[in-house]
């Protein structure tokens, strides 16, 4: 079992909207106690920022601008020999489950669309992609057994075992696969404008995306109601704050290195 909580993954838990809103508010509280009519104006604006944070409208108005960024492109002749790159999502190692069930949901979604393409593609070839953090079975490898389970044929299956990260993954498959051939990305609809984006620093990659786990889904069924505070609704502002992280290091990464290399 690899589901072991580290150091880091505990501080990461901390930077999150509504326990910054918390000490924040702990804090100003406490500098500006002695002032009422600061305590009360900064309790007011933190108490607005946190229910415009925390009910549903304005988290999903920026997680729908958010996902619709990148849109789905895909070749247009199916008989092109094309890679289809599944990015990584988390997995755990429990030997009571089977291989697609040892991946997270997450992942799941994402390889299951990948597979899906793989019936309009006849000459694709899925790649996988994800380390172990402990030296045991990497979440390419697990990945690849789910697909395998689910009919995709081992000869039609190549692993990337050692990325730890988006960067990691591109900079692997460009490495190992080729950075002059065909790929589809398979990945979150949050995620592709990243991954969007370190792919176009390699210019002779033929590059196509397919967005999944949309989390703002239009349609009939959609409910309604009176909005209060939902964990759901903080937790998607969350995603997108940790995205524009991730995107905003990734971007200085790429700069660091051309001005290296240049």
């Known amino acids: ?5 580290t150091m880091k993954d505990w501080l990461l838990t901390i930077f999150t909207i509504h326990n910054l809103f918390l000490l924040s508010g702990v804090f100003l509280i406490y500098k500006y106690s002695r002032t009422r009519k600061i305590y009360w104006g900064l309790t007011l604006v933190i108490g607005v920022l946190w229910l415009a944070t925390s009910t549903y409208y304005l988290p999903a108005k920026w997680m729908k601008y958010e996902e619709s960024r990148q849109k789905r492109i895909l070749p247009a002749n199916h008989k092109e020999q094309v890679y289809i790159h599944v990015f990584g999502a988390g997995y755990i190692l429990d030997k009571r489950l089977n291989p697609s069930q040892q991946l997270s949901p997450t992942s799941l979604t994402r ?8 019936k309009s593609y ?7 992609s994800g380390h172990s953090r402990y030296g045991l079975k990497s979440q390419a490898e697990v990945a690849r057994d789910a697909a395998i389970s689910l009919g995709v044929p081992y000869n039609k299956i190549k692993v990337l075992t050692t990325p730890d990260n988006t960067f990691t993954e591109i900079q692997s498959f460009t490495q190992k696969i080729g950075n002059d051939v065909s790929v589809i990305a398979v990945s ?9 984006f370190l792919y176009n620093q390699y210019p002779h990659l033929k590059t196509y995306y397919a967005p999944t786990n949309y989390q703002i889904k239009e349609g009939q069924n959609r409910s309604v109601g009176v909005d209060f505070p939902s964990v759901n609704s903080i937790e998607m502002v969350n995603e997108i704050i940790k995205e524009r992280l991730k995107f905003a290091k990734d971007k200085a990464t790429v700069f660091f290195l051309k001005q290296r290399f240049y």
């Not at 979150?188 to 969007?196: E, G």
Request: net charge neutral; charged share 15%; aromatic share 0%.
């Open 188 to 196: 979150d609809a949050l995620h592709l404008p990243r991954i969007h």
């Open 122 to 128: 006849p000459n694709a070839v899925l790649v996988t």
């Open 1 to 5: 079992n690899c589901n072991i909580i």
């Open 111 to 118: 390889l299951v669309e990948a597979i899906r393409l793989m």
